[in-house]
């Protein structure tokens, strides 16, 4: 069996992992040039779900090295005001603060990434966009340029913008929730230290009574990463050394001059500066994080979510992550929602392998499930969206 992956983020890296070790035969293609050819945003919240599925795909000690360079632990969310000029805890509006975020761990999304690229030279492969597919008695993609690649399974794991989803499921559809996101990190400096309450500690936070609402976080290593790498995985070499801040500036789509054309078309350096300008009535402390930012490290995306879709009858071309059941951040659940897909997908495939289930019933037991959690966790996280961060977002919360 030979299993085809479209899109090397987390969780289509994480399932090549896992098949790796079920011994499927697999091939990722990735549009990016390389690893490390834009940014891709910087401090993911890993909880009890993607753990599990990072535990069933990656061999021992790769598991072992996410767990050793993951942050430090992170259990709750918070709202800070900046009204009048200090940074201070207000009540959360709408629900519960526990009910916002699963306990969990912040991560560095490129330290992850990189421990999931770890071993996969001859498995993923950067610079190749697939563009389309014939599905028959096999699944065959091909490739912006030219190209092609056959498989037994093609499995779309290309994101938000899937170019697989829409040809598969052209009916399928996504939401645009009208709010716009400019992210970037800092590094940890005594300027930014003073300038957040200590009780951010392990939460992240949005930021409210400043224009533009901003969400904050702190990421800080367990372990030093590079030294870590060096005893559990020799010669992964790791590029997040130090401790960070990462911060998003959350915004209304209308009130971004240029729009999303310009937006997403800009380079990180011109963005950071764009980001700078929009924070200039700022917050002081904040102002001063978003400057220090690393400019090659600012990215901009416009924050969509999927309609939930019914279900389909299972074919040799199936879903994963974003590319199925995208949701705004508010919850905390993008990469766990994917991460643990690639582990419930892993686990359906290696009964074809093992056990000869056949292909579409394990296929179909897989969307089973996954369209079930993916789509809960749609909607919890829309749900959030709506009660909590819209209201952070257009100033209607009270400081």
């Known amino acids: 069996m030979r299993v085809l992956i479209a899109g090397a983020g987390l969780g289509g890296l994480c399932l090549a992992q ?17 690893p490390r050819s834009r940014a891709q945003g910087h401090r993911v919240h890993i909880d009890h779900r993607g753990d599990d599925a990072l535990r069933t795909c990656l061999p021992a000690p790769l598991y072992q090295l996410y767990l050793e360079t993951r942050g430090q632990r992170n259990e709750r969310f918070q709202v800070l005001s900046a009204a009048g000029g200090l940074l201070r ?8 603060a526990e009910a916002v975020i699963n306990p969990g761990w912040a991560v560095s999304r490129l330290t992850l990434r990189e421990i999931l690229l770890a071993g996969m030279d001859n498995i993923v492969h950067f610079g190749q966009t697939v563009h ?14 030219g190209g092609s690649a056959t498989g037994d399974l093609l499995v779309g794991a290309d994101g938000i913008g899937s170019v697989v989803r829409r040809q598969y499921l052209p009916d399928a559809e996504l939401r645009d929730t009208g709010i716009r996101w400019i992210g970037g990190k800092s590094p940890i ?9 200590t009780t951010l500690g392990g939460s992240f936070a949005a930021i409210t009574g400043n224009d533009p609402a901003m969400g904050i976080g702190y990421l800080r290593f367990t372990n030093d990463p590079r030294a870590t790498a060096d005893r559990l995985w020799p010669g992964l070499r790791l590029t997040d050394q ?27 350096a011109a963005l950071h500066r764009h980001a700078v300008e929009l924070t200039r009535h700022s917050h002081p402390g904040l102002r001063t994080i978003v400057g220090q930012g690393w400019p090659a490290h600012t990215f901009f995306l416009r924050m969509g979510t999927s309609v ?54 394990a296929v179909g037991d897989y969307e089973r499930e996954m369209t079930d959690r993916g789509f809960q966790a749609v909607r919890a996280s829309t749900d959030v969206l709506d009660s909590v961060a819209q209201g952070l977002i257009n100033g209607t919360v009270p400081d």
């Open 132 to 145: 389309s597919f014939e599905s028959g008695a096999q699944v065959r993609v091909h490739f912006r340029g």
């Open 89 to 96: 805890e207000v009540p959360v509006p709408g629900p519960a």
């Open 308 to 361: 939930p879709t019914a279900g389909w009858r299972p074919s040799n071309v199936t879903l994963l992550g974003d590319a199925i059941h995208a949701m705004p951040p508010a919850k905390g659940s993008g990469a766990n929602t994917a991460l643990a897909d690639a582990g419930t997908l892993t686990r359906s495939l290696h009964s074809v392998r093992h056990q000869g289930k056949p292909l579409l019933t």
């Open 242 to 268: 130090t401790d960070f801040v990462m911060w998003a500036i959350t915004i209304a789509a209308d009130r971004l001059p240029g729009g999303d054309a310009a937006l997403s078309t800009m380079e990180s």
């Open 189 to 197: 400096t005594p300027e930014s230290d003073a300038a957040l309450p």
């Open 18 to 34: 896992g098949l790796r070790q079920a011994g499927i035969d697999v091939a990722v293609f990735e549009q990016d040039s390389s």
